[in-house]
């Protein structure tokens, strides 16, 4: 379902899972809806790929609570080393 997963950025800190649900639920059925706290940005997942490219065209660079929210496909996790403590490079 990776495909389906949109990327929202430039979220007002005060946007809430509900305020997405409901912007994106215009463009198809909405699955789920995970707002980072603190950082300004969530995840939205529709039910289908079509429904967020649907939703990705009509709402990227629209206004969300003061804010123009940039919308993109969610790109999976990176895999990234993990750092030990221990670590005397630095």
Do not use: C, W
Request: charged share 30%.
């Amino acid at each position: 379902m990776q495909d389906s997963k949109l990327y929202v950025g430039n979220l007002n800190y005060s946007t809430s899972n509900e305020k997405l649900q409901n912007v994106f639920g215009a463009h198809g059925t909405v699955l789920k809806v995970n707002i980072m706290e603190g950082k300004g940005f969530g995840f939205v997942e529709m039910s289908t790929v079509e429904e967020a490219d649907a939703a990705k065209q009509a709402l990227n660079g629209t206004e969300l609570d003061g804010r123009n929210i940039k919308v993109d496909k969610a790109r999976p996790p990176a895999d990234r080393p993990r750092r030990s403590y221990n670590d005397n490079r630095y």
